[in-house]
């Protein structure tokens, strides 16, 4: 194919009359058409990426998909233990496994590397730490300053390109203070791919962090794991990546356990109940917000101005399965504690101190199916007993369901191998539990 250097534009003349001299189709249509498809002259594309691509394309247009992708999952909610969840993936050639929290409240899906400097080699949980080494699967490639994927428009506003090396770098800040930085890497994911009752190994290369310096809190030995798995909505994100290759759906679920095993359900398609109820998420968010609008107790709305609620700038109402407890702004904190007296607490809920955002974590979200359909812009969820298997469907069309449905149970987690490091469990704390808020077309239980 000819480029000119100007502006690298292709242009092919689509014959559809076989006499060139006819100038016009009956009806005054051209006899010619002309397609025009541009490709930046600073970004080659090679022939792979554009059959990939297509493929992607054609699978997007017929939105089938195999089977539902599922990740075991392990961990609690109780801060006095563990304190987060998180999924058991595999990376590279051959798959090595590694432990990462499950993250609503970022994009990047990030591990520690093997030149990682200060990174911790053991934790206080019993558990193996493992480093990604780009060097040791042969299915690994970092992704370079000129590759298009760290170009304007793909990279995320954490993304840079230092003068010193060619690499696709990452500087990531969280909320409580600690940083992640590293470089992109390419490289299989391998997963279970649940087609029917059946588990197959599946795979697909995508983008991921190599950390080389982590700070704050992921620098402590006590509960660090391997890494974090970033379940935003942008393009770096695993959910939004497997979606464009045509692997899954962009739409995930999960469904926390909050008894004493711990640990829950982690699929890439919406999981099915009849009791699930969606609420709009706020659109042109970098968070999963919601529309939060009163908060309830013993069924009594309590007087809090809903301005304190608001989307705007910091402001608003976030699910995040980073955080662990549940922060409601000042104003909201106070009033709901001075109605409440001194008799009730409820341990899972405190002030969000020094920031204007109110967060729903683990606390709030365990025992609850929690569905993310980013296609359709909604959040639902519906209490449930999360030891038990559950339904997913892989097509979501705005509650109008006719996609395959796909049965994943637990009870191959119960023992064995597949188990993802079980911790014992205590009940902690004085919980009240008619405590509610009311949404945009939705009410959920806080504790």
């Known amino acids: 194919m000819a480029a000119s250097s100007a502006g690298a534009w292709a242009l092919i003349a689509l014959a559809v009359l076989p006499s060139a001299a006819a100038a016009a189709i009956p009806g005054g249509f051209p006899a010619a058409l002309t397609l025009e498809r541009a490709f930046p002259p600073a970004h080659s594309v090679g022939l792979g990426r554009l059959r990939d691509r297509d ?7 017929l939105r089938t998909f195999d089977g539902v992708v599922d990740f075991p999952v392990g961990g609690n909610s109780d801060p006095s233990l563990l304190g987060l969840y998180y999924a058991r993936i595999q990376l590279g050639t051959p798959p090595r496994e590694f432990y990462v929290q499950i993250d609503t409240g970022s994009d990047l899906l990030w591990v520690s590397c093997s030149s990682c400097n200060g990174c911790p080699r053991t934790n206080a949980l019993n558990m193996p730490l493992h480093v990604f080494d780009p060097g040791s699967s042969s299915s690994a490639s970092a992704i370079s300053c000129s590759d298009e994927r760290c170009g304007p428009g793909v ?35 391998t997963f279970d791919m649940i087609e029917g009752s059946t588990a197959v ?23 660090t794991i391997d890494g974090i798995f970033g379940l935003g909505q942008q393009e770096t994100s695993v959910v939004s990546q497997l979606a464009l290759l045509g692997v899954a759906p962009r739409a995930f679920s999960h469904c926390l356990r ?58 608003g109402t976030i699910v995040d399965t980073g955080t662990t407890l549940a922060y409601l702004v000042e104003e909201a904190y106070d ?21 204007a955002r109110t967060i729903l974590g683990d606390i709030v979200l365990r025992n609850k199916i929690v569905v993310y359909d ?49 911790f014992e469990f205590i009940q902690w704390g004085l919980r009240v539990c008619f405590i509610t808020v009311s949404l945009l077309g939705s009410i959920i239980r806080l504790c």
């Not at 983008?207 to 080389?212: A, P, V």
């Not at 008799?343 to 405190?350: A, E, I, P, V």
Request: glycine share 12%; aromatic share 8%; charged share 15%.
């Open 335 to 355: 009033t709901l504690i001075n109605a409440d007296g001194a008799t009730f607490w409820c341990m899972g809920l405190t002030k969000a101190q020094g920031q």
């Open 55 to 61: 493929r992607a394309r054609h699978r997007g247009m």
């Open 374 to 422: 980013l296609a359709g812009q909604r959040l639902g969820w519906t209490n449930y007993d999360c030891s038990l298997s559950v339904n997913v469907s892989t097509t979501t069309t705005n509650g109008k369901d006719q996609g395959e449905y796909f049965h994943v149970g637990q009870t191959s987690r119960g023992s064995g191998s597949d188990r993802v490091a079980p």
């Open 201 to 223: 190994n599946s795979s697909a290369a995508v983008m991921f962090g190599c950390s080389t310096s982590q700070t704050g809190d992921l620098q402590e030995s006590e509960k």
């Open 155 to 189: 990279q995320t506003p954490d993304s840079v390109c230092p003068t010193q090396s060619n690499l696709c770098s990452y500087s990531l800040a969280y909320e409580d203070g600690s940083r992640a930085s590293g470089y992109y890497v390419t490289d299989l994911l």
């Open 258 to 315: 909050g008894d004493g095993d711990g640990g829950g359900t982690l699929v890439l398609g919406e999981i099915l109940d009849p009791n699930v109820v969606y609420t709009p998420l706020v659109p042109s968010q970098p968070y999963y917000n919601l529309n939060l609008q009163s908060i309830s107790m013993n069924g009594q709305p309590l007087s809090i101005d809903p301005s304190v609620f608001a989307t705007f700038s910091d402001r």
